[in-house]
């Protein structure tokens, strides 16, 4: 079979790989060219996040809905999030490297800050829509990846009452995230 633009979703869901290969043809310069936004200082992994993103379109095209958004925009949204995914993972890398209080050369400072950058710039947009007191919870849970417990601890606030916060967050991180990608 053919593919073509009129059918090459259709063709995913079947995982027909040559639908992949129309879908690498015709978006893979965008999808790069998301990725290396983001991890421009870390040309390394360009390539890596690239195999995951095709990898996560092909594992997860069932969830692409063409009523809220188009292809395009949904694997651009695939690739951004996988790229932050990468600074996050790479940042943990960095903080795991100084065992023992090696210093790091100045080169590897930088480039640790501007990774701190641009995953601060990216979290704060997301939650722009949140209260700073909801902001914070986020941070903590998912940023920090700090257990319910001590967070609970931390701010005086019974689990129940964080993961209610936390649910009502996400739905209005959502709700915004989908409102952004539609503009």
């Given at each position: 079979?053919?593919?073509?633009?009129?059918?090459?979703?259709?063709?995913?869901?079947?995982?027909?790989?040559?639908?992949?290969?129309?879908?690498?043809?015709?978006?893979?310069?965008?999808?790069?060219?998301?990725?290396?936004?983001?991890?421009?200082?870390?040309?390394?992994?360009?390539?890596?996040?690239?195999?995951?993103?095709?990898?996560?379109?092909?594992?997860?095209?069932?969830?692409?809905?063409?009523?809220?958004?188009?292809?395009?925009?949904?694997?651009?949204?695939?690739?951004?999030?996988?790229?932050?995914?990468?600074?996050?993972?790479?940042?943990?890398?960095?903080?795991?490297?100084?065992?023992?209080d090696v210093l790091l050369p100045q080169e590897d400072v930088m480039l640790e800050?501007?990774?701190?950058?641009?995953?601060?710039?990216?979290?704060?947009?997301?939650?722009?829509?949140?209260?700073?007191?909801?902001?914070?919870?986020?941070?903590?849970?998912?940023?920090?990846?700090?257990?319910?417990?001590?967070?609970?601890?931390?701010?005086?606030?019974?689990?129940?009452?964080?993961?209610?916060?936390?649910?009502?967050?996400?739905?209005?991180?959502?709700?915004?995230?989908?409102?952004?990608?539609?503009?």
């Open positions: 079979m053919r593919i073509r633009e009129d059918n090459y979703i259709e063709q995913l869901c079947l995982h027909n790989e040559e639908a992949l290969l129309y879908v690498i043809d015709v978006y893979g310069g965008l999808i790069k060219s998301v990725i290396s936004k983001h991890l421009f200082a870390m040309p390394d992994k360009i390539d890596e996040c690239l195999d995951d993103v095709l990898l996560n379109i092909w594992e997860n095209i069932s969830s692409f809905d063409e009523n809220r958004s188009t292809f395009k925009n949904w694997a651009a949204a695939v690739a951004k999030y996988r790229a932050v995914d990468y600074l996050r993972k790479y940042r943990q890398e960095l903080q795991q490297v100084n065992i023992e800050r501007l990774v701190q950058e641009e995953i601060s710039e990216e979290m704060e947009s997301l939650l722009s829509c949140l209260s700073e007191s909801d902001r914070s919870l986020f941070w903590k849970l998912y940023v920090e990846e700090k257990p319910m417990e001590e967070v609970s601890r931390e701010t005086g606030m019974k689990k129940a009452v964080i993961y209610n916060r936390v649910s009502r967050g996400k739905r209005r991180v959502r709700k915004q995230y989908l409102s952004e990608r539609e503009a």
